[in-house]
């Protein structure tokens, strides 16, 4: 395996990420995940909401101590919490867990309280999306749990696809994967997931900002219910 330390040019990053997009298309997550760590080595991470730990345990099969990059906002239900001391304390993964510049009390100070109500854009941009870029600037690859079936939004998530705004090869590994398959894999090799998906919650994300779904509605309803966003920023 290469430790994925030589630099690589955008343009030779944007292209490696296209072919392997058509190349890895009807790829197993493994093996998807096989090839980012091949071709990356210590310059690939996985990044995790917590809200199951089925991408973080992909990757670990492919490449053990994997770091794995949670963005703690401050303002995550403790479940949330919870599930990252787990995988950090049973899985074979390096979790790095970022920090916003500002607590949520010297947010509250600078924007007045309450700002995800206000202006929710704001607060993700100041919570995950600097945050997140800031702590993917050594890494040429990162990988997500997006899915195709999660929301219309999502619909046509490549496998491996090229992140123009941060310059990198995202990874999708399970992006062709289904509800049904993701809980077929956390079945069969016992991984952890939050409990809040026990509970109602479809999709689990900072706690201000989240509800229950209701029947029939897709997994993303629960984010932002009442607002026309559907995004956090992190994906686009």
């Known amino acids: 395996m290469t430790s994925g330390q030589e630099e690589r040019t955008d343009d030779a990053l944007r292209e490696l ?4 997009g058509r190349e890895l298309e009807d790829a197993s997550a493994l093996d998807v ?7 990356f080595g210590e310059r690939f991470c996985v990044t995790s909401s917590m809200e199951d730990a ?3 345990h992909l990757a670990s099969r492919a490449m053990p101590g994997v770091d794995v990059v949670f963005l703690d906002t401050g303002y995550h239900f403790p479940e949330t919490i919870g599930t990252r001391d787990a995988v950090e304390a049973v899985m074979d993964v390096n979790v790095i867990t970022l ?8 947010q509250d100070a600078e924007h007045g309280p309450g700002l995800h109500d206000r202006d929710p854009d704001l ?7 600097r945050p997140l870029e800031e702590g993917l600037q050594g ?3 990162w990988a997500t749990g997006l899915r195709r079936d999660e929301s219309p939004t999502r619909a046509h998530t490549p496998v491996v696809g090229w992140d123009e705004k941060r310059r990198k090869v995202k990874v999708s590994p399970i992006a062709r994967w289904t509800q049904e398959d ?3 894999y956390v079945d069969e090799h016992g991984v952890l997931t939050n409990p809040l998906l026990s509970d109602g919650y479809a999709s689990v994300g900072c706690a201000p900002c989240t509800r229950r779904v209701l029947e029939g509605e897709d997994a993303r309803a629960g984010r932002w219910a009442g607002r026309a966003k559907t995004e956090c920023g992190l994906h686009g």
Not at 33 to 39: E, H, K, V
């Open 33 to 39: 995940l096989r090839w980012a760590a091949g071709t």
């Open 54 to 56: 089925v991408v973080a």
């Open 123 to 129: 607060c993700c941009a100041l919570r995950k999306v």
């Open 99 to 106: 920090t916003p510049r500002r607590t949520v009390a010297e």
């Open 17 to 20: 990420a296209e072919r392997a």
């Open 182 to 184: 993701v809980a077929a």
């Open 139 to 141: 890494y040429q690859a």
